[in-house]
């Protein structure tokens, strides 16, 4: 395989891991977006834990190394 071929190789599989990765960021977001609504039964402390969360979830398509994710943790 030439350099070509297998650089083209390497950025569809970039590609492809940043698809399923902002799919599965966007299903997380979702999920939680109950908790930043105003009549949210959460604290205000609780609310800003899963802003931070679903930030730190947001932030997650700017890594410029995608082979090793770390998934933030859902605030308790």
Request: net charge negative.
């Amino acid at each position: 395989m030439n350099g070509k071929h297998a650089y083209s190789a390497f950025v569809q599989n970039q590609n492809d891991i940043l698809e399923n990765l902002r799919t599965t960021r966007n299903i997380l977001l979702t999920e939680s977006d109950w908790t930043q609504v105003e009549d949210s039964p959460l604290s205000e402390e609780k609310k800003t834990e899963w802003k931070n969360y679903r930030q730190a979830l947001r932030d997650l398509t700017d890594l410029d190394d995608l082979t090793t994710i770390a998934w933030p943790s859902k605030p308790l």
